[in-house]
């Protein structure tokens, strides 16, 4: 099957680019990479992968309540939910779902944040980091909702994961940005900083004409201790790790008529031809520590593929066939802890009618007690590989 390809192929995008006194430590172990074959196959109803269901409901948090989950977190004692549109605050919970503590400080005073445009839990678990955008700065909180400190980063910026006590990771948008001269290396996507906010090296030059595409250019997301970095409508994601950033799964889209690895030349015309007319990955997706999801699209109609991660194995699913009562939220899933995915369904959903069918009695057991105000219902599934 013939394959297109439209300019700069990322089969080099592990080298770092050094600047100021980093130094590249990244070494490109393609022993850990998956490729993962996406198949001209039958989709399986979503029903035949799910081995269970558990569920926790998010308790009551007073006047400030969550509109829509942005963010989720976890740590040993706690989930942090984050409301970055909605809300526009952090919710701190224990496991068992009540709540801990809410930190709401909209406004523009040295403690305040005038948005959330990204969270991050610290490597020792014990402190919540606020990156806001619009306000040039980083703040961080204890697990209390406390305030500790406060950052100023000019730089605009869209992401912030810290990896480790000594490196806080920061993406920034594309373009021209002026703050970012003093940069050795302008045009990368990927800032790594010390502690203090202090240039260390960077990574990912911007693939994209950023006047042309109006999407983030780079997708950094955090499953647990795992960091992925991926560049949307491309067939690689890479994990950052102690070695460096190393290719983690690979795309093999050919059978299904794919097209990846879009660079500069890439026009909105011709963007929405190939999606057209072709398979795309826009990079949606999640990961548990058994199984990914991989949101696949063509013609604007999105098609799920599961891969487990041990043997290997790629399953197109549907929830158009789902039979059951909570089968059809986990293509919902944004997030994942553990072994679990995790779909975040709000408290109104379970008020509606429900037929009598597999699964109502937990579906009504979640129902029981809730009202269309309460806070949303975290439902935790467990996958295995269809009999």
Same mark, same amino acid.
């Given at each position: 099957?013939?394959?297109?390809?439209?300019?700069?192929?990322?089969?080099?995008?592990?080298?770092?680019?050094?600047?100021?006194?980093?130094?590249?430590?990244?070494?490109?172990?393609?022993?850990?990479?998956?490729?993962?074959?996406?198949?001209?196959?039958?989709?399986?109803?979503?029903?035949?992968?799910?081995?269970?269901?558990?569920?926790?409901?998010?308790?009551?948090?007073?006047?400030?309540?969550?509109?829509?989950?942005?963010?989720?977190?976890?740590?040993?004692?706690?989930?942090?939910?984050?409301?970055?549109?909605?809300?526009?605050?952090?919710?701190?919970?224990? @496991?068992?779902?009540?709540?801990?503590?809410?930190?709401?400080?909209?406004?523009?005073?040295?403690?305040?944040?005038?948005?959330?445009?990204?969270?991050?839990?610290?490597?020792?678990?014990?402190?919540?980091?606020?990156?806001?955008?619009?306000?040039?700065?980083?703040?961080?909180?204890?697990?209390?909702?406390?305030?500790?400190?406060?950052?100023?980063?000019?730089?605009?910026?869209?992401?912030?994961?810290?990896?480790?006590?000594?490196?806080?990771?920061?993406?920034?948008?594309?373009?021209?940005?002026?703050?970012?001269?003093?940069?050795?290396?302008?045009?990368?996507?990927?800032?790594?900083?010390?502690?203090?906010?202090?240039?260390? #090296?960077?990574?990912?030059?911007?693939?994209?004409?950023?006047?042309?595409?109006?999407?983030?250019?780079?997708?950094?997301?955090?499953?647990?201790?795992? %960091?992925?970095?991926?560049?949307?409508?491309?067939?690689?994601?890479?994990? #950052?790790?102690?070695?460096?950033?190393?290719?983690?799964?690979?795309?093999?889209?050919?059978?299904?008529?794919?097209?990846?690895?879009?660079?500069?030349?890439?026009?909105?015309?011709?963007?929405?031809?190939?999606?057209?007319?072709?398979?795309?990955?826009?990079?949606?997706? %999640?990961?548990?520590?058994?199984?990914?999801?991989?949101?696949?699209?063509?013609?604007?109609?999105?098609?799920?593929?599961?891969?487990?991660?041990?043997?290997?194995?790629?399953?197109?699913?549907?929830?158009?066939?789902?039979?059951?009562?909570?089968?059809? #939220?986990?293509?919902?899933?944004?997030?994942?802890?553990?072994?679990?995915?995790?779909?975040?369904?709000?408290?109104?959903?379970?008020?509606?009618?429900?037929?009598?069918?597999?699964?109502?009695?937990? @579906?009504?057991?979640?129902?029981?007690?809730?009202?269309?105000?309460?806070?949303? %219902?975290?439902?935790?599934?467990?996958?295995?590989?269809?009999?």
């Amino acid at each position: 099957m013939k394959h297109y390809s439209f300019a700069l192929i990322f089969a080099g995008l592990l080298l770092y680019s050094c600047g100021g006194n980093g130094t590249s430590n990244s070494t490109g172990d393609l022993s850990r990479m998956d490729r993962v074959e996406i198949k001209d196959q039958r989709q399986i109803p979503v029903d035949s992968v799910i081995e269970k269901i558990d569920y926790i409901k998010l308790g009551k948090t007073g006047d400030a309540l969550i509109g829509q989950v942005t963010h989720l977190l976890f740590t040993p004692d706690h989930i942090i939910v984050g409301d970055a549109d909605q809300a526009k605050a952090i919710f701190i919970f224990d @496991r068992a779902g009540n709540s801990q503590a809410v930190i709401n400080r909209l406004g523009r005073g040295p403690q305040e944040y005038q948005g959330i445009t990204d969270i991050d839990i610290s490597p020792d678990q014990q402190k919540i980091i606020v990156l806001d955008s619009w306000g040039d700065k980083l703040l961080t909180f204890d697990m209390n909702g406390n305030f500790l400190n406060k950052q100023t980063f000019t730089p605009f910026s869209r992401i912030v994961k810290w990896l480790d006590p000594e490196t806080i990771l920061i993406g920034i948008s594309g373009g021209d940005n002026p703050e970012l001269d003093t940069y050795t290396t302008k045009e990368d996507l990927l800032l790594f900083m010390d502690s203090t906010l202090q240039f260390k #090296y960077s990574a990912f030059p911007n693939r994209f004409n950023s006047d042309i595409f109006k999407f983030d250019p780079l997708v950094v997301k955090r499953f647990d201790d795992r %960091v992925l970095i991926s560049v949307p409508y491309s067939d690689t994601i890479y994990q #950052y790790t102690s070695h460096g950033i190393q290719p983690r799964y690979k795309l093999d889209m050919e059978e299904v008529d794919g097209i990846a690895n879009f660079g500069k030349d890439m026009t909105n015309e011709k963007l929405r031809q190939i999606k057209n007319d072709h398979t795309t990955f826009p990079h949606i997706y %999640v990961e548990s520590d058994d199984f990914s999801l991989f949101y696949l699209s063509k013609d604007k109609i999105m098609f799920p593929v599961l891969f487990n991660k041990n043997n290997k194995q790629t399953y197109n699913i549907t929830a158009h066939q789902s039979r059951t009562a909570l089968g059809e #939220y986990i293509l919902w899933s944004a997030f994942s802890h553990k072994n679990q995915f995790i779909s975040v369904v709000p408290a109104f959903e379970f008020l509606t009618f429900c037929p009598d069918v597999p699964g109502v009695e937990l @579906r009504n057991e979640i129902k029981e007690g809730l009202t269309d105000e309460d806070n949303p %219902v975290l439902l935790f599934y467990t996958f295995k590989d269809p009999e």
